[in-house]
């Protein structure tokens, strides 16, 4: 494992959902989202036990070294360390017995039937190593070798996205489904988004959303009226660009779909509130039905963030960070630049959702806490190869293992493979943090084939046919291809542009619908052999573009070696590309089951 073991900051998020920790220095980050461990979407484990199942050996000496834990405002990691600071019947044990006591109390709490995901899942007894990391974890905190912080939701989101920005200072505004903050005089509050404003090392809160829940209307319609398991409002978007916004104007329009979860949960609002999903329901007979659907939920949310960003934006503002789920729709995010021509750069982290709290909680730590130097601010760009790197000892004994048939191969070859139609993986360095594949864990084609978006999908991904494919671009090219500005990048996937209506029939795998499509902007300074790859295809093709998707098959995104060849093995993607190792694997038909 390539890991820098002197980490000063810890930042854990709560065990709702996305669930990861952040080890967090001037110089340095590593974000780990549980899920691209268990294989589980969304996976819920503690963090508390996550820490001891990915860093493995080394988790305790990684704890250790850390300084300063931040947790996010939640219903149970922040008030558990509360809780082991003041209760006296914790105060004298041992931190060995306080650990065991703690894993039955997160045992206790996080044993569920997960019906959103459609299965049963519950927490096994901690195991030795989860109590040693816990066990070590109290120590260093009762010794006061690590300060405890804790900080709101959305705060935490408006740190991480002002921290891993470039900018100096700039207006930050958050949205998502819900979490809780800390008012003005300390009490806890439940909020759905928030206004900042971030200067240097400062990070002002200038007001929370409190009424309105975009997330949480998404996750119910989702839910109550398509039928969706959790996490597929994305299909919902693609599905948008396919419908009539008028259809279901004045359904979409009753109120208490936008209100908060806890008005909701009032009995009678609960009760009016099924009783107006049912009635859409009946009135979605075809499959047009659901994509006007689509189309009515994506441009009602539109109005609504307009007119929160427009109440926000000063007017002569040019630079805007963005954070929260809803903000992972590129959709809207793209837009911004339309409604707002003043603006020049919108910036959104890798993680944005809420996977990328435990990022937020230790930058808010590190720099307004303790004011250390902010270090995008002299990189002028952050990392989002921000997991676990893999030696070329790991990658070649999971080839061996999987006997799988390799062969050294150049950039050349790729970009000849790919030009003749082949589909590719590629597997390089650091894992991705968050969900969109950036090139260190992505799936590979020529975006000039048509056919080959109906091929992946179908194939490959195994999902809906409509669902659209991302174009990672030369950022030095991008405007050519795209309507934006000079000044326009997205290296993390956050914005839909409308693709060039002179250029757009050279890239049909990677246009949408409605003629726009997710750019990915690729500089040099942060993928230097991606950035190569794509120069060369450019010689080859004249197209400075290829498609981009996430590798892997309704799963986490593939994190090992061995998750890589598995997902190779079950699907008929042609070659697997080890990047930094210069070497693919073919097809073979006698492969045993690879191992992880």
Request: hydrophobic fraction near 40%.
């Amino acid at each position: 494992m390539s890991l820098k073991m002197s980490a000063r900051y810890l930042g854990l998020n709560d065990p709702y959902h996305d669930t990861s920790f952040c080890l967090y220095d001037v110089d340095h980050i590593a974000h780990y989202e549980t899920e691209r461990f268990s294989r589980l979407k969304f996976d819920r484990l503690n963090p508390l036990f996550a820490i001891a199942e990915v860093l493995g050996t080394s988790a305790r000496q990684t704890i250790e070294q850390v300084r300063f834990l931040t947790l996010i405002e939640g219903d149970f990691v922040s008030p558990l360390f509360r809780d082991l600071a003041t209760q006296a019947e914790w105060r004298d044990l041992p931190a060995g017995e306080v650990a065991r006591q703690v894993a039955e109390t997160i045992v206790h709490n996080n044993e569920w039937t997960d019906s959103e995901h459609g299965f049963a899942r519950t927490l096994l007894r901690a195991t030795p190593a989860q109590i040693d990391v816990l066990a070590c974890l109290i120590d260093r905190c009762r010794q006061g070798a690590i300060t405890v912080e804790t900080v709101g939701h959305h705060v935490a989101h408006a740190a991480n996205a002002f921290f891993s920005s470039p900018f100096e200072q700039s207006t930050i505004l958050t949205l998502d489904g819900g979490g809780y903050d800390l008012a003005a005089d300390g009490a806890r509050i439940v909020t759905y988004g928030g206004a900042f404003h971030g200067a240097g090392a400062s990070l002002e809160t200038r007001s929370f959303v409190t009424d309105l829940s975009i997330g949480g209307a998404w996750a119910r319609i989702a839910r109550d009226v398509f039928g969706m398991h959790f996490g597929e409002e994305g299909t919902i978007m693609a599905m948008a660009a396919f419908g009539d916004p008028e259809r279901f104007r004045a359904a979409l329009q009753y109120p208490l779909i936008w209100l908060s979860d806890e008005i909701i949960r009032e009995e009678k609002a609960a009760a009016a509130l099924a009783w107006h999903f049912g009635q859409i329901k009946a009135d979605m007979k075809t499959e047009q039905d659901r994509f006007d659907l689509a189309a009515t939920l994506q441009q009602e949310t539109e109005f609504k963030v307009h007119a929160l960003v427009a109440a926000q934006l000063p007017a002569d503002a040019t630079q805007l960070c963005l954070a929260g789920g809803t903000f992972l729709n590129c959709q809207i995010t793209g837009k911004l630049y339309d409604w707002f021509p003043q603006l020049r750069s919108v910036y959104l982290p890798p993680a944005p959702y809420d996977g990328g709290l435990s990022i937020g909680a230790a930058q808010y730590c590190a720099h307004v806490t303790n004011k250390e130097p902010v270090w995008t601010r002299v990189r002028g760009v952050f990392p989002f190869a921000a997991g676990r790197s893999y030696s070329q000892f790991e990658v070649l004994a999971a080839c061996r293992a999987a006997r799988a048939c390799t062969s050294p191969c150049d950039f050349q070859e790729i970009a000849h493979r790919l030009a003749n139609g082949q589909v590719g993986a590629i597997f390089s360095g650091a894992a991705e943090s968050g969900r969109r594949a950036l090139g260190a864990r992505s799936i590979v084609a020529d975006p000039r084939r048509a056919s080959i978006k109906e091929h992946i999908n179908r194939t490959i991904k195994h999902r809906a046919g409509f669902r659209p494919f991302a174009p990672m671009v030369l950022r030095e090219q991008v405007t050519e291809w795209f309507e934006c500005g000079a000044d326009f990048e997205s290296p993390y996937m956050a914005h839909a542009l409308r693709v060039r209506p002179g250029q757009a029939h050279r890239i049909p795998a990677v246009l949408h619908a409605d003629g726009t499509a997710r750019v990915q902007t690729v500089d040099a300074r942060l993928s230097p052999d991606l950035h190569r790859l794509l120069c060369l295809w450019r010689e080859a093709t004249g197209v400075p573009i290829l498609l981009n998707t996430s590798f892997n098959d309704r799963e986490p995104i593939v994190e090992t070696p061995g998750d890589a060849l598995n997902c190779f093995r079950a699907t008929p993607i042609e070659f697997l590309y080890f990047m930094d190792e210069g070497f693919l694997c073919g097809r073979n038909a006698d492969w045993s089951r690879p191992t992880s």
